[in-house]
């Protein structure tokens, strides 16, 4: 069992695009495949349950929170996230280097590993690329990070200098990592500079690690350098490995990152959205269920959703939560949200299996642009 | 069919304990039974299919709360409240009263009703017993309230003069009502007073209502106060018809409440206490989930509970959640509490029907007894 895992098949293209089979311990991950974030070891207001039912087949949670609180070998006694949190699907834990270079102020960054204070309590500690891999081995997901350093996207020396740490700290986390049922994958760096991408690209695919991730984007650069990256990465990552758009959750980047031969994606957008009220359709649009136009609307968020939220409850119903602040508002919302976009991208892996993906893409692409003509025309008439 | 509806079958006694059940238009209430309470028309923190399997076979909805937002005929239009909210068993509204009462000085009560501000916007309102049987009308729960005076326990004069009006309202509620659909229940009162209360209740059982409330306790008067109210009340209300005593939900009141022939409890004690973390168990104890004793702990709340929580999740990963405000710990701490509370009624319902009540009661207070005494050992220990 042990020798099948990690292995990638790749069942069907379309372009770039392709549909797969990601095997880990905890089955096969189907792709393209889109993961909820869980934080704190929990996708926030939803029980695994729900997280389930709601199409998810792999949560992502974070390094940086759980080293914290309730603390990696907290987690390893209690049996590792899995257990702890009851995710019995497979589990894609980051590696602490996004948290902690957002902290700003609070973190100092060297080439040895970032010095930062806890966000909690003030409290000092160190993050070095053998620390992350060491207590992601604690926490034990079957997916893990190589610890990197996400720099602002538009400052060139910056990036060239934060390049070459990444590149070391890849090299070490893949030294550092020891448990066998744990997938490490490598960060492509580089900003919004085609060169240091390449170049980036390059390095972090002649080590060897098992799947590739594609980091610092969706972090301020516009959709067209966004897309042109990933482009251009993914023509140089291996085909024969899981590649993952990190952090990346619209229904429009789903869609161009899986045309672009991208495979995973993560984001909080959907939880997010969720707990201020907002419902994600599926062309991208955007419902703000707090809006007096849903007060009496008696049809459900999307009439076309199969999720529990769309067979349950009118938009009366949910508007009136999200008014009444109650707590069930972001659990139907993440429900919905969520659901929105796993069910995306199996509807995309269905039309790659199928041989019809172009034709899927240029469909959506084409209900995306009218959607987004009459919200124009709808505003010019407010 | 609908002249089986309100339909109250006692199945079998134990002393004064019944099991029975209440045919209502929703299905069958098995009594003894237990309501969470879903004040804005949803049980906080839950989904209908989680209250469901929580145990839950009916639950309580405010009508001042509905009343104000989202409105009664928002409700109606949108089909009623068992389809706004997604209920698919029985329900019951309160009659607005208690929380009219409880605004203080936001209210002004006559002979005819009560002139109140909304507690959300200061907007002025007068509830009636004819406006809030319309209200509830409009909502459309299988069971409603008579609209009643809740007034400070040991205030003989006050209580004497609000028992009147609470009788005349009683009267005008009947006659109000009009939906043949729903049961509308009179309430007794009178305080902590045994003749109020025996006048109360034999007014309102002569007055033919399908089933009878006791409102005005659990509101600051002692255990023994409450207990001895019931028992008197108890004795006078009809034997034929289900027997309501509201806002109790302790275990220790359950076991108490059933002992002395109560058939329906509501509270909103197992979600208010999971919203702050607190986890009932069967027995009266409360653990505090926040306490660090927890931490590490790999055990479930209740080893013998069957609840979700409990078959999910370790103390150590609610005391997570707890600790990092997770919304989660709010869902599954009220899943168990409403089960540990539902099971309990569950339980008694089968010792009545098996004839075995009084041993089963016996063994409850024996066991309650000695958890009391450790905990104050462990007090005095700590």
């Not at 700290?169 to 960060?187: M, N, P, V």
């Not at 703000?288 to 049809?299: E, L």
Request: hydrophobic share 40%.
């Amino acid at each position: 069992m042990t020798t099948s895992w990690f292995r990638f098949e790749v069942q069907a293209t379309a372009g770039k695009a392709r549909a797969g089979v990601f095997h880990t311990p905890h089955g096969p991950l189907l792709t393209p495949v889109f993961a909820p974030v869980g934080t704190q070891a929990t996708v926030k207001a939803l029980t695994p349950a729900q997280v389930r039912d709601a199409g998810a087949t792999l949560v992502l949670a974070n390094t940086y929170h759980l080293y914290l609180r309730p603390g990696a070998d907290l987690v390893a006694e209690m049996g590792g996230l899995h257990r702890f949190m009851a995710w019995e699907g497979p589990i894609l834990t980051d590696s602490g280097g996004f948290q902690v270079f957002s902290l700003g102020d609070l973190r100092q960054v060297d080439d040895d590993g970032v010095t930062f204070r806890s966000h909690l309590d003030g409290s000092l500690h160190r993050f070095t690329p053998e620390v992350s891999v060491r207590v992601q081995e604690q926490l034990g997901a079957d997916i893990i990070m190589a610890f990197d350093e996400c720099p602002e996207p538009y400052d060139r020396a910056y990036n060239e200098r934060a390049l070459e740490r990444t590149h070391r700290w890849a090299e070490r986390s893949l030294r550092a990592h020891t448990r066998r049922d744990q997938a490490l994958f490598g960060i492509v760096q580089g900003g919004v500079f085609p060169d240091l991408r390449e170049r980036s690209a390059r390095f972090i695919a002649s080590l060897g690690f098992p799947g590739h991730a594609i980091g610092g984007l969706s972090v301020g650069e516009t959709k067209a350098e966004m897309y042109a990256t990933v482009d251009l990465v993914t023509d140089i990552l291996p085909a024969d490995k899981p590649r993952y758009l990190m952090g990346v959750g619209t229904p429009e980047d789903l869609v161009e990152g899986v045309a672009r031969g991208v495979d995973m994606f993560d984001c909080v957008l959907p939880t997010r959205l969720a707990r201020h009220g907002t419902a994600m359709l599926r062309d991208g649009r955007r419902l703000n269920m707090r809006n007096a136009r849903f007060a009496r609307d008696p049809r459900p968020i999307d009439a076309q959703c199969t999720c529990y939220t769309c067979r349950t409850f009118s938009r009366a119903y949910l508007r009136h939560l999200v008014v009444a602040k109650e707590m069930l508002a972001a659990t139907l919302l993440s429900i919905h949200n969520i659901h929105t976009l796993t069910q995306l991208t199996r509807d995309m892996r269905q039309a790659i299996l199928e041989g019809r993906f172009e034709e899927w893409a240029a469909t959506w692409r084409a209900a995306q642009r009218q959607t987004e003509d009459e919200g124009r025309a709808a505003e010019d008439r407010a």
